[in-house]
């Protein structure tokens, strides 16, 4: 049987894996998800990203991708007309030169602040949880605020449509609401950050994204089972 022309190697609860199957499903890009095996890096996956060694690795007719945010820049513009052959397929980065780089910088921010805090709220990471949980609280603020300027009064960071900066924030959801229940704490929380909750629900109910991102009892199921595992097969890979 003949290898599928695109295939994403991966874990189905990492961030990063979940950013590139949202930008494929987004594109109605058919694939082949080749899943890993937690605690341990396939030959394929070492083979295919031999430098960092950690997933998600994008093949496409064999040729290797890596780095999340890359992989989604890199579907954009692979398959900026639909796969099917009819209609354009909706743009993930924004057009704008300006927008564009506003998106990349926010999508880096929470980068940077919130897989950290998720880590040390689930104890993947030994770490001081009230702070990690008053650092993410104040993340999310931020970012309720960016949704406000940059969405311009619609639906997703990116307007009308699902963009590049909806697909990397919503990709770490699933994990934000697995530790408000492991951790016992409030982090989307309406009062406080309301746009953002209206959009995170919003956007999980999306089509290209509601079989990437399951419930978060999924997500603490995961945490419990795999526990110490979750660092290096998830950790910091972008």
């Known amino acids: 049987m003949s290898e599928a022309a695109v295939r994403v190697i991966g874990l189905w609860a990492s961030p990063y894996v979940i950013r590139v199957l949202i930008a494929l499903k987004l594109k109605g890009v058919e694939y082949e998800f080749v899943e890993e095996v937690v605690g341990k890096k396939s030959e394929l996956l070492l083979r295919s990203n031999p430098v960092h060694k950690k997933i998600p690795v994008l093949l496409h007719h064999g040729k290797p991708v890596s780095e999340s945010l890359v992989i989604v820049q890199y579907i954009d513009e692979v398959w900026s007309s639909s796969s099917s ?45 009230e702070q990690a949980a008053g650092q993410l609280a104040a993340a999310l603020q931020l970012l ?31 994990w934000v609401k697995a530790v408000e229940k492991i951790a016992g704490v409030a982090l989307l929380d309406k009062a406080k950050v309301p746009n953002l909750v209206a959009w995170a629900d919003r956007l999980c109910a999306h089509p290209a994204v509601a079989d990437a991102i399951p419930d978060a009892d999924k997500f603490v199921e995961y945490s419990v089972k795999y526990g110490s595992f979750s660092k290096p097969i998830n950790g910091p890979a972008k």
């Open 144 to 174: 309720e605020q960016a949704f406000v300027e940059l969405s311009h009064g619609k639906r997703y960071f990116g307007g009308d449509s699902v963009a590049y900066l909806d697909i990397a924030l919503v990709s770490h959801v699933g």
């Open 85 to 129: 052959g009819g209609a354009p397929a909706a743009a993930i980065l924004p057009a704008d030169p300006y927008t564009r780089a506003v998106h990349r910088f926010w999508a880096q921010y929470a980068d940077d602040k919130v897989p950290s805090a998720v880590r040390i709220l689930k104890g993947t990471d030994a770490g001081d949880k």
